[in-house]
Each structure stands twice: as C-alpha cells, then as structure tokens.
C-alpha cells in the first residue's frame, strides 16, 4: 500500500477560503495568441488535433458519445480529447471545432446519468473516478468560455449534480476511488493524479459553490485524504538513480510516483493539496518536487525522462508527449499558486522545446516519446526503452500507444491561457512570455486590452500596447536567465528596474488611456554540463541542436485508408553526420533580425531553406570519429577505488577521502569553461566571478550529501557584552575550519612521527621546519582533509590568475531557517584585497551583496548605488569575490522561505591566510569549545557526538 495522505488541520483565517493563488488565472478566451504563437494554434486547428473528432475512431465513436471505440477500460481518450479541443477551438474562434465540442458535451449533459453519474459505466463496481478528471478540467474551461449562455448553466448544473454524487461515493468507504474486492478498476490512477480532480473542485468552489462550499470542501478533502503521498515521495529517500538500476523489491511498489505520466502530474500535487490545506509548507513542497525531478530524472528540454518509468538522465531513453504537455500544465499551475521564478522559466523552456520537436511542423503527426540525442526515428530493431514499442520515436497517428494522440492537443492552448495572470485587486501580469494578449476587466473595475507584439523566444524584444478605462499595476516577468533588462514608458526610460526577487515580477504603474511599453531582455550561451562530459547550449528560453539532414519514407496508417491524406506514419533516416565533439569556449551567438518575420511553419525541418527561424550558436566543432584516432595525450585522471581515511590528532574523527563517483567527474571536468564562468565588475570596487556551475549539479548533490556526513562541524557559542550584561549567541548556523597561515603547512616531517600520533605526517613550521607542538593542535587551523583539498586544487584551476588557497571554512545550513547577515571576509590575517571562492552545494540559497555604506575605511560616495545584487545559488555553482570586494561590498546569506526552507545546504569557503597567527582567533570563532556534531540519518539532523 502507497502511503496517503493525513488531513492537516487548515491555517488561520476560519473562514474556509482556499489559500490564495500568488497570480490569479484568468478565464478561457481572456487572453489570446497572436503572431507565430497564434499560427501555431491555427496550424493545430487545420492539422490532426483538429480533425480527430472527424476520423479517429477512438473519438468519433467513443462510448462517452454512444460508441464502442477506446484503447483502455479507463475510458479516458474522450475526456482527454475535450480536454485540449476546448481552449483550442475558443482561442483559435474556429466555429467547426466549437460545434464539435457543444455538440458532444450536449450529449454527455443529456446522458448524465439518473443519480449523477457522468461517463459510460453502467455497473457502479466499474465506476473510476480517474477520467473524470479531465472532464472536468474541459467542461470548467468551457463554462467560462460559455459563461451567460444556456450551455454555461447547463454545465455547471452537471457538475453539481456529480458532486452530490462524489460526496455520497466517497462518504461510502471512497467508492470509486479506492478499490475494493468486488470493483473491476485500478485505482492507481485516480490516486495518483488526484491533484487534477481537486483543481477542478476548487474552480467551482471560487466561481459557482452555490452554498455548497461544505459539500466541496468535504470531498476535496476526502480526495485528498487517500491520494498518493507526493510530499512523502520527495524527501531524502527520493529515488535519484536510473531505475532499472534498482531492485524490483523497491521499485515495484512505487511504480505509481515513477510513472512519467503521473509525475508530470504529481509536480503540482503539493501546491494543490497546500491551497486546500491552507498550508503552506506544503504548498511549497511543490518547489522541492521540481528540484529533486529535474536534477536526477529531467531533460535539457525543460522536461521528465520516463519512457513509462523514470529513467535517470540518460539522454537516449524516452520522454513521453503525455508527460510533455501534462509537465507544461503543472508548471504553469505552480507559478500561479506560488509565483517562484524559476518554475515560469522552465514552463517556457519545456512549451518553446520539449513540445514543438515531438510534432512535425504542419500537426499532423507526433510522437510518442523522444530522445534527447536522437539520430534517427525509425521502427527499431529492439527498443532502449523501459515499456515503449519499436516504433514509439517513430512520427505517426498513434505509435505505440493512442494516450498521447489524444491528450496531446492542450499543450500549446493551456500555455497560452495561462500566460496572462491577474495580480491583485487592480493588477495584470505577463507570466509566460510570448506573443500573446488580454482583454479583462479587474477586481477594481478597471477594463484594460494589452497586446504583446514579439518574437520571443526567438528574439528578446517585446513590445506592449495598452488601452486602459482607468490607472492599474502592469506587471512584467523577468526571466532570471536576463543578465540586463531595459524598459521604456511611452519613450521614457524606466531607470529603477529592479524585478522582484521572488516573482520577478517588474511592476509599472500606468495612468487610463493608451500606453507603450518597450522591454528588451539580454541572454549570454549558457553552457549546461550533462552526463558522460556531454553539454547542453542555451540562449534564453531555447535550447540549441544540430540540424540534420534525412530521408523521409512515409506509408499509410493501417486501418485508416479513408482518413485525411495527411495522416501518415513517418520514418527518417539521417543522411549526414548526427555526432559531434564541440567547443563550447567558441560558441558564439547570432541573432534574428527584427526587421524579417517568422516563417509559418515555424519549426520546419533541416530540409528546409527556411529552417529556423534565423537564430544559431555557432562553434567549433568536430565529427567524433576524428577523436577515435589514436592520441599521444595524457589519458584523464581516473581513481578506481576510495583510499584510506584522511587521520590527523587534530580531527575529531577520520575524514573519508572522496569516492571515485564523485572524484572522477571533479578531476576530469573542464573547470576552466568560459562558458561557465561570468564576470561581474558593473559596480564600483566589485570584482566577482560567478560559475553557474562550477560542479555539474547530480556530482554537487552527491558531494554535499557526503560532506554533510563526513565532516565534523560545530554549533559556536560565544559572549558579547552589552553595558553590564553578557550576552550568550549561537550561531545561526553549522560550522567548521582547516587550513594553515601562511607560516605553516602541513608537510611530511623529517623524523619519525611521535608515537602518540597517528599521522605519518606532522604540523611544522615552513621556515624553520620545526615540529609544532601537538598540545597547540586545539587552537592551530586543522590541515585541510582530502576531500576538501581536492575542491580547493580545482577551484584554484578554475580561477587562474595566480589564485591559491590555505585555509577552508565549511558553514552547513540546516534549513532556511539558518543564515549569515551582511559583513565583509576582511579579517587582518586575510591581508589587503583578498581572494575568496565561495562553493555553494545542497538547497538553492540567495547570496546577496551590496555596497557599505561611505566611511574612513570605504572608497565610497554619496551617489554610490548600495541596491543589493542578488544571486540564486544553485548547488555547484560557485562565486569569487577578489581585488576590492571585502573593503567595499557587504554579503549576505538571508533565511529562506519556501519549497527549499526545509532542505540543507552547504557553503565552502576557500581563503588564504597571510598574516602569521591571525588565524587563531578566527579558528576559535569559527569552531569554539563547544560539542562536535555529526549528520545522523537516522535522525536525519545533526547531532552531537564523535
């Protein structure tokens, strides 16, 4: 039995409310596509997703309209099909495909069932709520596209008589949900994609209760009560592995939270059940869900490897188009309840490249699952999948399975729906960038239109016009990715553009009448280290490919003979070399002129004089056969096995010395990069340099959860005097300290060693190689262990430029509650304009910096800009802070609110030491005389002990 969920008890306030969206959706037909976004939605009317109803078997003659035709028991390809037909027939205006979907949704109303039932089951033990779930998010999307008519009310009466129906059914020992010994239906699917089903409860609950908010919130809770425990799911014994690595004992059993489909899903279980529970810590473990799904299980496209079932980062297993739209969907759905950043990014990043590849230009075939590296698409002679067909990357009506045929339609229609939001009482927002507009009237009374004239992604100009009755707050998401953003107000520069730090939201007050706003966005190539020494290339919100050349061979469908001559199934073979070795140092960007438009269709192939729309990363490249040839360099570094604990009289405990799966990607990846490492000098006296990454993400998680194990840290007290009163601080936080000043190293001895010491090696002075005494070990710096000297050596490589470290302090955060607040790394043992490397592993955490304030000891003026700069610290990523940075600039690591509140993080410090026993005192601060701490898993926490 999968664990399920417990209900918790609701937050303040008593009133029953929901908890409230951070951007509140706004209704289908608010917002619209234009330019190529719009000849996307046009090209799915003319293509397959638009002629289904008019062909496809497994629509036109579903049970749910009176057929027998459907490819499973759960009688969810209809639900489905509405699902996506309904937003694209209402934003496209296309009157066949709106009559297509009255027409069957007036049949579904008109067969409702006499106690409520909707759908084709006839015997209550086959009853399944599971494709309800889609129903229901379609018929809510069509109410509010038909609202005021008679097909609006007719709608929402339906649905409120299933609900009396739901609440008697699940009152009922959850029938329908939970399987019982006499039902014939799995409950897998229902329990797991229960989030669904509660989104579209809570939309009636805000716009039709009908004095039935009791009824509502009853089974929204009882839903949720025996849905799979997502939260539980993402904790620390998170399956981070490939699983066909893992033994069946444990993936088995939980082949419900690996399945890709329903994790696509699941990702927004968190922010839904958190709205219902009123809870936000839950609601924000929809964060960690994203963190833990894209770190081990994620594409470069912005998606979930799972050809069935999760399946690491290989980049030749499968991504399926279900999970691909169902993905898009969550994500915008997170945005809106939390308003993270980041999560807006990767909605756009999945809809602008995961989505458009797994079609062909014109829709009318598709995959159902695609590779990362994919050379070919072709019928396979034995599949690399987990439980996918031969033919499951092949384009086609239905390969392998007719899911994705169906449910494919609402990718693109939900992203556009979603992509306008409204903030607040009087607010309106662009989340999700792209050519699109709004007309609504807010809260206030305030009727506005905004059209956004844009190319993004393809170019980083938008352009907006906007026709108001009145003042508002218009709102404009900033991509975190923008390294410089511009906006202009009708003409006039905005010169304080600073985006929230949370939302990234940049706000502009606006007067009634007519306005412009222009935003240029500026991107750098953003080179993304995968596995196997692979990288990924980006540019803003796409991602880079080659494009190759192929042979197409296409042949009918079998048993659609009378279908469209367009429904085809489609092989391709390449025609010129698909493997290449690149210098990404070389890569260089070149841009699309703005004065040409995008062709239609816009994804054409490599065929194509038109292909892409005229953006490229041009670099070095060669063909990796010209690397089989027989080489005179050095083989890379490899260690084969762990060596024996580093021991020193001075440590607490052995140190374990790095494994080789952490070891070997440190030592052979190309830490130099340019294209990793970034330069930061735009303010006066800063000098930084910031590696995003400096470690490839799955090696940092493993590198953070070894040293949280292995080092020994320390929870420092000490005592400040205020007036007569002594005042006792812990800091906030886990420390710990190794290095020498620059007087001593720790060298080999030239006798033997004491016999009450356990090293072949001894603390001795570096001038005089005198033995330091073993008593002086208490207050003296540590010798730096292995483990940590490695990283020291690499980011000294990394940094160039003469940069050499002695001296290493580890800070361990436990949540966000711990922090650091502003101060500068300018001890006296440090000496003038020191060299500090920061390596941030674990939690995400915000590193912030500002200028001090002006002093004796400050080159600063009045007119100095002390703004702070913020910087999201993923784990791996890595920033130097040189030359007159510690005089000048204070930093910060603030608390942390959110999804990643609850998760560890750990922070290396690299610094070397000049001034001979200064680094007593520090040693002393930094560690103390209190109790040693160790990670216990067990209890999953520090605690003391040796």
Sequence with gaps: ?????????????????????????????????????????????????GHEHDFYRIVKDNPWLGGDQEYSDLNEAFPYWLNGLVPLAYLTDDGRLKQQVLDS???????????????????????????????LLGLEQLAEAEEGTDMGMQILDSMHRFIDLTDEMLSDNYTGYVTHPDDNFDDQ????????????????????????????????????????????????????????????????????????????????????????????????????????????????????????????????RGVELCTVVETMFSLSYIYHTLGENSVADRCELAAYNALPVMTLPDWWAH???????????????????????????????????????????????????????????NGIAHALLGPTSVD??????????????????????????VQAGGSFEFSIRVPKWSTQTEISVNGNPLHSISPDAYTGMQRISLEGGESQIHVSLSAEIKVDPRANDTVSMYHGALLYAAPILYDLT???????????????????????????????????????????????????????????????????????????KPVTAPKKAKIEESTPPTRHPSYPHPIANLSAAIANPLANINLTSHARRKGISHRPHLDLLYFQPFIPPPVAQDLFIFLRQELPFYRVQYTIRRGSTDTQIVTPRFTTVFGVDATSQFIPSFAAPDPDLTSSSTLVDSRSHQRVSPSKYQSA?????????????????????????????????????????????????????????????????????KHKPPGPSVESGSDIDRTPLKFSLASGDMIVMRGQTQANWLHSVPQRKGGDAYKGRINITFRKAVIPGGTNNYYTYNVGKGDVYRWNAGERKMCVGK
């Design 189 to 316: 699917w229902g329990r797991a994609r229960a989030a669904d089903m509660i989104v579209a409860l809570q939309w009636l609950y805000e716009h039709d209760p009908r004095a039935q908010e009791q009824k509502l919130l009853k089974c929204m809770n009882l839903f949720y009560e025996r849905a799979f425990n997502w939260t539980e799911w993402y904790d620390m014994s998170y399956i981070k592995q490939d699983l066909d690595t893992i033994s069946d004992d444990i993936t088995v059993p939980n082949f419900a939270f690996e399945h890709g489909v329903n994790v696509g899903q699941g990702l927004k279980a968190g922010a839904v059940f958190g709205r219902l529970t009123r809870d936000k810590q839950l609601s924000t473990s929809a964060l960690t869900a994203i963190d833990l799904t894209f770190t081990y299980h994620g594409t470069p496209s912005g998606v979930i490897i799972g050809d069935e079932r999760l399946s690491g980062l290989s980049p030749v």
């Design 554 to 628: 296409s042949s009918q469908v079998p048993g659609y003979e009378d279908a469209p001559p367009q429904v085809l199934n489609h092989e391709m073979s390449p025609t010129t070399s698909w493997a290449y070795a690149i210098d990404p140092r070389t890569a260089r960007f070149q841009g699309l002129d703005e004065s040409s438009s995008l062709p239609n269709p816009l994804w054409t192939d490599a065929r194509d004089k038109y292909y892409r729309p005229g953006i490229r990363v041009t670099m070095a490249k060669r063909t990796l056969e010209s690397f089989y």
């Design 440 to 465: 609504t009237t807010m809260n206030a009374g305030v009727s506005v239109h905004i059209s956004c004239d844009t190319k993004y992604p393809f170019a980083h100009e938008l352009l907006y016009n």
């Design 367 to 425: 995959q159902y699952v695609a590779q990362t590296n994919q050379p070919t698409s072709k019928n396979l002679s034995a599949a690399p999948f987990w439980s996918v067909g031969t033919d499951g990357q092949t384009y086609g009506l239905e390969p392998n399975y007719p899911c994705c045929t169906v449910n494919h339609p609402q990718g693109y229609p939900k992203f556009v729906s979603a992509s306008f939001v409204r903030d607040g009482d």
């Design 105 to 135: 949704v007036d049949y579904i109303l008109s067969h409702q069932q006499s106690d409520g039932w909707l759908g084709p089951e006839t015997e209550p033990t086959s009853r399944n709520f599971w494709a309800r779930y889609p129903l």
């Design 781 to 849: 710096p540590r010798p730096i262990p292995e483990c940590l000297d490695t990283l020291r050596r690499r980011a000294e490589a990394a940094i160039g430029d003469g940069a050499t470290f002695n001296f290493c302090l580890v800070n361990y955060y436990a949540s966000g509650d711990d922090s650091i607040s502003y101060h500068s790394d300018d001890e006296r043992f440090l000496g003038p304009d020191p060299c500090i490397a920061s390596l941030s592993l674990g939690a995400p955490r915000d590193f912030l910096i």
């Design 1 to 49: 039995n999968l664990p399920s969920n417990s209900i918790i008890p609701r937050d303040e306030p008593s009133d029953d409310k929901l908890l409230p969206y951070a951007f509140v959706p706004l209704p289908l037909g608010s917002v619209k596509a234009s330019g190529w976004l719009h000849d996307q939605l046009q090209l799915m009317a003319d293509g397959l997703p």
